[in-house]
């Protein structure tokens, strides 16, 4: 056998083994190509779909603003005690404009922040002198009792 012919019997099968391997890869792609061409999906959106996300939607953006008014009446009364709580505002407004985009679950996640982080009226205690009584106690119920189980 010549050279010629050796080398042209090597590239023949390396081709082959080439169309081989991507046959054995590809078949799969160009198969679902196929009958996604022949056969194409039917998907329409139905408007009862449609106006139950929108329902959806709805209910979770009102439930997003009851929770804003709450944490938005804790931070105003927590300015109105002097404290400093413009960030905070900030942050609702923040929360808000991530509501109006759809991402309910972020926008709850900052109103919860900020709720956190309102400050709170410090309570002023009192020391308990020595010659105070303890409170009683609070009628702890005694042993129980063990049952009997009954046999079968």
């Known amino acids: 056998m010549t050279m ?3 080398f042209w019997l090597c590239l023949a099968l390396a081709v082959l083994a080439a169309l081989a391997w991507s046959y054995d890869n590809y078949s799969g792609y160009l198969f679902a190509g196929f009958d996604r061409k022949r056969y194409p999906s039917i998907q329409t959106t139905s408007s009862l ?3 139950l996300e929108a329902d959806m939607q709805r ?3 009102n439930a997003f603003n009851a929770e804003s008014r709450r944490v938005a009446g804790l931070v105003s ?3 109105s005690q002097g404290h400093n709580v413009s960030a905070l505002y900030e942050k609702l ?3 808000a404009r991530v ?3 759809g991402r309910f679950r972020e926008a709850m996640m900052f109103v919860n922040l900020v709720e956190v982080r309102i400050p709170k009226k410090r309570e ?6 020595g010659d105070e009584e303890p ?3 609070p009628g702890i119920p005694g042993k129980a009792v063990k049952r009997k189980r009954s046999r079968r």
């Open 59 to 61: 209910k979770r953006l």
């Open 49 to 51: 779909a449609q106006s």
């Open 99 to 101: 509501a109006e985009a």
């Open 77 to 79: 009364a927590a300015a």
């Open 135 to 137: 409170p009683p106690d």
């Open 93 to 95: 407004q923040y929360a």
């Open 124 to 129: 002023a205690l009192t020391p308990a002198t």
């Open 4 to 6: 010629k012919k050796l």
